[in-house]
């Protein structure tokens, strides 16, 4: 039985019985899916009804991910997520012998889900993640959580459902976990010319062919950026992918646009 420290995804759509058609719903989150993969060399498959699961390459990688996934799928649909690092064992290999039995393997396949029977703390802790999310959501003062990160008893540790240590990933999780908080709250407050403005900024476009695609003036942009949180937004993000690697920098989440072009714009004087 082959194990390996991983960094799993586990997500879900927010109130999916409630969609009006479930099949547009399932059309659309794998069209979703599949773009992230290519876009992260993820390998995100759907697993059962609206649940997916995945392995990403490092846990910044994951967190830009499951962001990612919701500017994307908002204001139609939401999702939350359960992100696990623990040791990942492999149960049942896949049928084809050339295809890899180790899920480290899959950086040499990106963007490909693998057919591979999975168990271990790592997927244990990010389902215990979900779980509270969602527990959070029924709550008042927490009602806009959608991501969570949880630790299993560290890399290397046979750990168990439910344990959560791990020392220095423990201390990780707990400062990740409040960067996240935030960025929960910023999301779910976008409107749906502001997750425009977003999706933008993340796939490289300047502010004025945001501005041009919606109509809007130069100005407009820029005052949504500054007042919405959407400059913070893209920060935030920026710095949580480069834990772990600096290859999903700042130039993959926009925030590199914001500055120049902010103080270009309000020169302009331009009126929304």
Known sequence: MKTNASFVVIGDVVASRAAADRVLLHQVLSETLAA????????????????YQGHC???GQALGLVWWLRI?????????????VGEVHALAVPADPSAPSDPSARSEEPGQPVDLTEDGPGWWAAREALEQVAAE??????RHRRDRLA???????????????????????MAVNSALVGRDELT????????????????????????????ISGSAVSQRIRNQGI??????????????S?????ERFGSERIGSEQDTADQEGMTP
Request: charged residues 20%; hydrophobic residues 35%; proline residues 3%.
């Open 36 to 51: 992230a993969n290519e876009r992260f060399g993820s390998d995100l498959r759907i697993t059962v009804g609206d649940e």
């Open 57 to 59: 390459q490092t846990l």
């Open 72 to 84: 994307q799928l908002r204001p139609r649909f939401d999702v939350r997520h359960g992100i696990g």
């Open 137 to 142: 959501q029924r709550r008042a003062r927490s």
């Open 151 to 173: 630790v299993a008893a560290g890399p290397g540790s046979s750990g168990g459902p439910g344990s959560c240590g791990g020392g220095a990933w423990s201390a990780v999780a």
């Open 188 to 215: 779910a407050h976008l409107s749906a010319r502001d997750l425009a403005i977003v999706r933008g900024l993340v796939a490289g476009e300047s502010q004025r062919a945001i501005a041009e695609r919606l109509s």
């Open 231 to 244: 400059g913070t937004l893209l920060e935030m993000t920026a710095q949580l992918t480069r834990i772990g």
């Open 246 to 250: 600096e290859r999903f920098g700042s």
